[in-house]
């Protein structure tokens, strides 16, 4: 990148650069999930109650393979384009992706801590009084799963809830390994190369949140008022944030996959007691309240460490909004810069959408 570059061209290069690879990165998930798509259903009967879970698993292996093999690509494809950047290291973005996968004996306790307290002080609160002061939440979540569709893939909502337990288990397994390695494994921490710091969380944390007001599309779904696909999208952008400011501050992917799956897997218990005629009052009193206390115990146990992290993340939060001084933004740079990031989070969903969602 030249010197004299302006600053709304440096911002506009690298998101370009950015959503290039990202385009990379979709055609390899693309080619991946066409090959799932056409070969299980001629391997397993659709109607068998283990191809959903099947479905999911390895649907969750798929980035995990064409991330890394992609970004190899990429490599040779965008590397004339990287040195216009202002990278100051791009040393194996594949190893650096999977390194996020990384789990010592030194440092499990410590992730298996981050993702608990991930679990007990942000998803269960979130979703406790959301269905607490919007019961109607899991009217809307259960219809736009559409689990009753012909085509759905989330037709175990309407089975036992033995198979229900076992499927659920597996699906949320494999569908927090595959968002989380998309979403903050990825789109958050290759973007970290490109953008600044804080633009590599809120851009793919507005992706994360369309992804979930989209249902509003799904067919069911249009008769509901859209202040549910919109709460939905507020909470998952919020959750995105605080997800991608851990991956990006720790390196390590597990806490955000550990905390994703037990709270899918509790939520989706809501959801199948909803359909099975059982009011959010039966989780509430036998699920989540029991689940907030121990919230509460483990914030008084670890309030310097979660003291010390609301402050770095404060702290990090607020320079989004300020100047970025490496490519001396003015003031008038910075607002152009959030609209840029809301932007191309909208383009990368949209193309999502259509490619891989």
Do not use: C
Not at 205 to 214: A, I, V
Not at 279 to 293: A, D, K, R, T, W
Not at 328 to 344: A, G, K, P, Q, V
């Amino acid at each position: 990148m030249g010197r004299n570059e302006s600053p709304l061209k440096t911002i506009l290069r690298q998101r370009v650069y950015y959503l290039l690879e990202v385009l990379i990165i979709f055609l390899g998930i693309f080619i991946f999930m066409f090959i799932l798509t056409f070969l299980l259903p001629s391997l397993i009967d659709v109607n068998s109650v283990i191809y959903e879970p099947l479905y999911y698993l390895l649907r969750a292996v798929i980035p995990i393979i064409a991330i890394p093999l992609f970004l190899y690509l990429s490599t040779f494809i965008m590397e004339k384009q990287r040195k216009k950047l202002i990278l100051k290291e791009d040393i194996s973005p594949s190893r650096n992706f999977l390194s996020l996968f990384n789990i010592t004996k030194k440092n499990f306790k410590f992730q298996l801590l981050y993702g608990v307290l991930l679990l007990f002080l942000i998803f269960i609160p979130l979703d406790f009084f959301t269905y607490f002061f919007s019961p109607e939440m899991l009217s809307f979540m259960s219809e736009a799963l559409n689990p009753a569709g012909e085509f759905s893939l989330n037709s175990y909502f309407m089975e036992s809830y033995f198979v229900f337990l076992l499927s659920v288990i597996i699906i949320q397994i494999s569908v927090a390994i595959y968002e989380e390695s998309l979403v903050r494994g990825f789109f958050t921490n290759r973007g970290r190369d490109y953008v600044n710091r804080m633009s590599a969380v809120i851009l793919p944390s507005f992706f994360f949140g369309l992804g979930h007001f989209g249902y509003i599309f799904t067919r069911p779904s249009p008769g509901f008022p859209i202040i549910f696909p919109i709460i939905w999208f507020l909470q998952t952008f919020f959750v995105g944030i605080i997800l991608a400011m851990v991956v990006l501050r720790k390196h390590w992917i597990f806490p955000a996959i550990f905390a994703h799956t037990l709270n899918n897997v509790i939520s989706a218990h809501a959801i199948w007691n909803y359909i099975n005629g059982k009011e959010f009052s039966f989780m509430s009193m036998y699920v989540y309240l029991p689940l907030l206390i121990i919230g509460i115990l483990l914030f008084v146990w670890q309030f310097s460490r979660i003291k010390e992290s609301l402050l770095v993340g404060f702290k990090e939060f607020k320079t989004y909004f300020a100047r970025d001084k490496n490519i001396e933004e003015t003031s008038l740079d910075t607002i152009i810069r959030i609209i840029m990031d809301l932007l191309f989070g909208l383009i990368i969903f949209l193309i999502g959408a259509i490619i891989i969602l």
